[in-house]
């Protein structure tokens, strides 16, 4: 394995183990980021079951996004993700934005589903 490959699974652990310990029994908000989508799901970790997810892949959104992989695509999948994870019966989250640093895509996604009523 690269070092590069290496050094981001070794955040994505630090990142992961903060939040279990601060999670206090919320489900987890996960983020994928790649170079042409953003994929976002709401796990529940005690049951291992995804409860929703949203990605720019997703057919409710190709009309709309010009590409995958801005900000204006992120912030319609976290508008996306906010509505689903509501419709599941799911207000509160930890947000998991894995080993990528909280500015760009990962941050417009974010706030959009703030926006659209998850708290975290």
């Known amino acids: 394995m690269s070092k590069k490959a290496e050094l981001f699974q070794r955040r994505q652990r630090r990142n992961r183990h903060a939040i279990k310990a ?3 029994g919320r489900l987890r908000l996960s983020v994928f980021r790649s170079s042409k989508h953003i994929y ?3 796990i529940d970790d005690g049951a291992g079951r995804t409860l929703a997810a949203a990605s ?4 409710a959104l190709k009309g709309k996004l ?3 992989a801005d900000k204006a695509a992120a912030s ?6 906010a509505v689903r994870a509501i419709e599941a019966g799911v207000k509160e989250v930890v947000f998991d934005r894995g080993a990528y640093m909280f500015h760009g895509r990962v941050k417009a996604l974010a706030d959009a589903a703030r926006e659209g009523g998850l708290s975290f």
């Open 56 to 59: 720019s892949a997703d057919e």
């Open 40 to 42: 976002v799901q709401v």
């Open 66 to 68: 010009k590409t995958g």
């Open 76 to 81: 319609e999948v976290g508008k996306l993700i």
């Open 22 to 24: 601060r999670a206090s």
